[in-house]
């Protein structure tokens, strides 16, 4: 056997290891995650039927039970653990790039650089666009359908055979430019929060990663998901609100990104850039914690 056929079936158990675990914080997420978005989604998209958070919350339930915060999650269960699978797979490999760039030992604990941390995370954001654009536009084409309206969609499956049929792939990636934007900022910001303070905590601590105890893993993962989403909202709310717009030419409020912003800066000024925030602080949290104590937990027992 040669000398680099053991590392490449090293390289690729870690893969499968970094894969599977990424599943497992995925779906941690959305079960976490879920009501919270739904909510955001409502007032990022409709803010003329809901008044706020808690107004949304209650029409919600009024309308459509306490089953209506979870209208769309098949897509999402589905989806997001297979985005955060892409993106714990890439993190991790750009992690071992960066460490091999600095000259770090192979088995030691890499102690990457802000910016090497930030461009790390910006790549698995932007491998994960791929995913988690058509993911995400099915997912709120569902969350802002309400019992009490004709449905369009019977659900994830109708929806995306209907959107194909008339408008092609194109359609299913509507929106792709600004959850590209999202996703390079977002992704970086979010990994760069959670790994600096698990680099600094261990050089403090000269424990292991695998020694950290999950509360510090919660409070990381909050940290990194309010990094997220308070440097990437914005472009959020456009991405929810051409994703939510009509295909044909007649039916288009917005025709791209700057266009989107540009109006809504006309209609709704500054504030309607963050629409729906509080919904997405309040599921930062939870949903972020989550991510990646099903993660930390997952490669713990993967070993």
Same mark, same amino acid.
């Given at each position: 056997? #040669?000398?680099?056929? $053991?590392?490449? !079936? ?6 499968? &290891? ?11 997420? =959305?079960?976490?995650?879920? $009501? ?10 409709? $803010? ?10 209650? &029409? ?27 993106? *714990?797979?890439?993190? %991790?490999?750009? &992690? ?15 102690? /990457? #650089?802000?910016?090497? /941390? +930030? ?20 997912? =709120? ?7 009490? #309206?004709?449905?369009? +969609? ?15 792939? !194109? ?15 977002? +992704?970086?910001?979010?990994? /760069? ?32 998901? *309010? ?40 209609? %709704?000024?500054?504030?309607?850039? *963050? ?25 713990? =027992?993967?070993?």
């Amino acid at each position: 056997m #040669s000398q680099t056929e $053991p590392e490449r !079936a090293d390289g690729a158990m870690r893969a499968v &290891k970094d894969c599977l675990a990424g599943s497992v914080g995925g779906i941690a997420q =959305v079960f976490a995650g879920q $009501p919270f978005d739904t909510v955001k989604v409502r007032l990022q998209t409709q $803010p003329e039927l809901y008044r706020g958070t808690i107004d949304a919350v209650r &029409k919600t339930i009024q309308n459509d039970g306490f089953s209506g915060f979870y209208k769309g999650t098949t897509t999402p269960l589905v989806g997001v653990g297979l985005c955060v699978s892409i993106q *714990f797979l890439v993190m %991790e490999h750009m &992690k071992r790039t960066f460490a091999k760039i600095n000259g770090t030992p192979s088995g030691q604990t890499p102690d /990457l #650089s802000a910016t090497q /941390l +930030y461009m790390a995370g910006a790549t698995a954001g932007v491998a994960n666009s791929i995913v988690s654009g058509p993911v995400e536009h099915i997912r =709120v084409r569902l969350q802002v359908q309400t019992a009490g #309206s004709a449905a369009q +969609y019977k659900g994830p499956i109708d929806c995306i055979g209907q959107i194909y049929r008339g408008f092609g792939l !194109a359609g299913i990636y509507k929106g792709q430019v600004a959850t590209v934007v999202r996703e390079f900022n977002g +992704y970086g910001m979010y990994f /760069l929060a959670y790994e600096a303070l698990v680099q600094r905590t261990m050089r403090q601590t000269g424990r292991r990663r695998d020694e950290l105890s999950l509360g510090l893993v919660c409070l990381y993962g909050a940290a990194a998901g *309010f990094a997220m989403w308070l440097t990437s909202y914005p472009i959020d709310v456009i991405k929810s609100k051409l994703q939510t717009d009509g295909f044909a030419a007649g039916a288009r409020k917005y025709n791209g990104t700057i266009d989107c912003a540009q109006k809504i800066m006309r209609q %709704e000024g500054f504030g309607g850039f *963050f629409r729906g925030i509080t919904p997405c602080l309040l599921r930062a949290a939870p949903a972020n914690a989550a991510t990646f104590i099903g993660f930390e937990m997952a490669m713990r =027992v993967l070993g």
